[in-house]
């Protein structure tokens, strides 16, 4: 493999890339996200598969690659994403590591447009965004929209800088070796591990960067159902990163459940024949199928949309309250909803 020259900053020095992926019970999506990186126009990294005690593993999918990437395939037991990623990195050889998830596509571009990047504004940890393939179904567009418009994450999740320091998500993340030995990688939470560990690279001084053009096409679930467990657990785990980092909640983070609570109130105010309130959610759902039609180029698009986002912000707030209920009211430990039944 033909590696390009050392990538000199201030802190490290960087040889090769360590691409971490755990991966449980979806080798269909291991074979997508591999295919992509067959098609990388740099080549200076290596493929580390976790297989977090899956039964329907991902093995045979590896076998078809080995000819084309550098490709280790690890099988362990089940102890969830940030624990499996741990497992990878100790295993890397590389002195960067990029961080993804196995429902992730890259564009060809991807580790030129990070490696140029970092040549250029050298940091110790960085996150991307998250876009829409043209040829993912109409839901995963709605899904998309919901998790990334300025209308409703407020842009976020990848698409605009906050005014704090940037904080990586493990969909499309890269940390240093350095980082992943100072903090010594992700917590066993099972969900928001990868905001802990953001909060924590902060924290003991390392920099983080927002390269916008470092986007990856994120699938993320495929039905309603699953997308609605996947954020009410992001609900909870805003309560958990609370418990271990208190100044890490915000009041934007109270927007969702304010949202619902409103659209609540505007609902019964309606029946008294009071329906002002209730006309600006009618506004603010329209606003979402116009901009989502216009970006997907679908009026199919743009009516899921609505309901995605609906979903959304439902699901955030009732995690929300839902923590809040059984940590501080019923002074319970830390638990999760779902977590068996996830991906079903």
């Known amino acids: 493999m033909n590696l390009n020259p050392k990538i000199k900053n201030s802190t490290f020095e960087i040889n090769k890339f360590s691409i971490i992926i755990p991966v449980f019970n979806r080798p269909e999506e291991v074979r997508e996200l591999l295919q992509s990186l067959t098609g990388q126009t740099q080549k200076n990294f290596e493929v580390i598969i976790i297989e977090d005690g899956s039964k329907d593993k991902s093995d045979k999918i590896i076998e078809e690659f080995d000819n084309q990437l550098d490709i280790q395939y690890l099988y362990k037991k089940n102890s969830g994403p940030g624990p ?31 490696e140029e990047y970092l040549k250029k504004n050298p940091v110790d940890a960085y996150g991307g965004p998250d876009a829409a393939h043209p040829d993912f179904t109409a839901l995963q567009k709605a899904i998309d929209f919901a998790m990334t418009s300025f209308l409703t994450t407020g842009g976020i999740r990848g698409k605009a800088e906050k005014l704090e320091k940037f904080r990586p998500r493990s969909f499309n993340m890269g940390i240093s070796k350095k980082v992943f030995q100072k903090t010594g990688g992700f917590s066993n939470m099972r969900f928001g591990e990868d905001m802990d560990l953001s909060i924590r690279i902060i924290t003991d001084g390392f920099q983080t960067a ?7 096409y994120h699938k993320r679930r495929n039905t309603l159902k699953q997308f609605f467990k996947q954020i009410f657990n992001s609900g909870i785990a805003r309560i958990h990163l609370y418990q271990k980092h208190p100044k890490s909640l915000k009041i934007v983070h109270f927007f969702p459940l304010l949202f619902i609570l409103g659209l609540i109130s505007s609902l019964i105010l309606l029946i008294f024949s009071i329906p002002y309130v209730f006309w600006i959610y009618i506004l603010y759902f329209l606003l979402i199928f116009i901009f989502s039609s216009i970006q997907y180029r679908s009026i199919k698009t743009g009516l899921i949309s609505v309901l995605t986002s609906l979903e959304m912000l439902w699901a955030y707030a009732s ?19 779902f977590e068996k039944n996830f991906y079903e």
């Open 84 to 114: 499996s990623r741990n497992f990878g990195m100790k295993h890397a050889k590389g002195d960067f590591f990029i961080i993804l998830d196995s429902d992730v596509i890259l564009p060809s571009a991807y580790i030129k447009t990070v």
């Open 210 to 216: 927002l390269i916008k053009e470092a986007f990856v």
């Open 319 to 337: 995690g929300f309250l839902y923590g809040i209920w059984k940590i501080f009211i019923r002074k319970q430990k830390k638990f999760h909803k």
